[in-house]
């Protein structure tokens, strides 16, 4: 691997239910499938969750401008630079949006230079919630220019929002991590929701995400579709 050229985090939400409350809606462009994506602006074709897509499309300029070398220029994504997109719950869901915007403006430096290099991303997201239609993550599978790494914990709720009924799906494979002891011992109290909220907390991360570096036979799981 290269150097690490530029990384964009994205934070998310804490708690589950501040996640639930604020972006898993009924109905309108967070259901059903989501809002249409431009791929002249968004790097994708298809649907995606709308409130997510707003956001996003909402930092399109501050991406541009962070990604910008010191003359201005974005000549470096086809070196190619690298590029690490981050995120955790719905950062997740943001990082998944900014992948393909990152390359799509790598496409229109190509308009202009005539390199046609594409650039490297690199996403990882860590307990992300489904973002995007089945035509969508299959736009994004052709891109063919980043690497997906997507980290669960079983016991978390969120990765299995919105719904699959509702017409979304998840990009690449999900990388299940050992779940840590306090929320083993949490989920063995069918009646308590507890295990579910504590699951999701970037806390209950850290360790497995550490095991899996250090030891990634035992930490990670094989690696399941969302089929």
């Not at 997507?150 to 050992?178: C, Q, Y």
Request: glycine share 10%; aromatic share 8%.
């Amino acid at each position: 691997w290269r150097a690490v050229a530029a990384v964009i985090v994205f934070t998310g939400t804490e708690t589950l239910s501040l996640f639930l409350s604020k972006h898993i809606h009924f109905s309108g462009d967070d259901a059903k499938a989501g809002a249409t994506l431009d791929p002249t602006t968004d790097g994708l074709k298809g649907g995606a969750h709308g409130a997510w897509l707003t956001m996003l499309r909402g930092m399109h300029g501050s991406l541009t401008e962070g990604l910008q070398d010191a003359n201005g220029s974005l000549t470096w994504l086809q070196d190619p630079g690298e590029v690490w997109i981050l995120g955790h719950s719905m950062g997740g869901a943001l990082a998944t949006l900014a992948a393909p915007f990152v390359v799509q403006l790598a496409q229109k430096q190509s308009e202009v230079t005539g390199v046609t290099t594409p650039p490297n991303v690199k996403l990882s997201t860590i307990a992300s919630p489904r973002v995007l239609n089945e035509e969508a993550v299959t736009c994004f599978s052709e891109l063919g220019s980043i690497r997906v790494q997507r980290f669960v914990l079983a016991e978390d709720v969120v990765p299995s929002l919105p719904p699959k009924r509702w017409g979304f799906k998840h990009i690449g494979f999900e990388r299940r991590l050992r779940t840590p002891g306090i929320v083993r011992t949490w989920s063995n109290l069918v009646t308590s929701p507890y295990a579910a909220l504590l699951a999701h907390g970037v806390k209950s991360y850290r360790r497995p995400l550490e095991e899996a570096e250090s030891k990634p036979a035992e930490g990670l799981s094989r690696a399941y579709a969302d089929v």
